[in-house]
Nanobody, 117 residues
Framework: QVHLVESGGGLVQPGGSLTLSCAAS????????MSWYRQAPGKERELVAT???????NYADSVKGRFTISRDNGKNTVYLQMNSLKPGDTAVYFC???????????WGQGTQVTVSS
């Protein structure tokens, strides 16, 4: 049913910018909250940002002011614009869709972001 495909990851220099995309299908996109998570090697998966169906946004303190989550309901796509990237942002970034806060999330396959000189 739910299918999520992340793209846009890659290698970027510290201080640089990158925009991730998540293409969604198999569900009523505009009714779901969409989130970005990330997981670095040896670390737990971390919630980065969420945008609800109403457009409300929430960010982890570690990325607040640097990252922006947005959605285009006409394209069934959620984005994560990442600015002022730091080496600590290096991780696999996952897209997640959830109908309700108490529902189990669906996940994409992830896209690698590496911040390094």
């Amino acid at each position: 049913q739910v299918h999520l495909v992340e793209s846009g990851g890659g290698l970027v220099q510290p201080g640089g910018s990158l925009t991730l995309s998540c293409a969604a299908s198999g569900f009523t996109f505009n009714s779901y909250a969409m989130s970005w998570y990330r997981q670095a090697p040896g670390k737990e998966r971390e919630l980065v940002a969420t945008i609800t169906s109403a457009g409300n946004r929430n960010y982890a303190d570690s990325v607040k002011g640097r990252f922006t989550i947005s959605r285009d309901n006409g394209k069934n796509t959620v984005y994560l614009q990442m600015n002022s990237l730091k080496p600590g942002d290096t991780a696999v970034y996952f897209c997640s869709a959830r109908a309700n806060p108490w529902s189990t999330a669906s996940w994409g396959q992830g896209t690698q972001v590496t911040v390094s000189s």
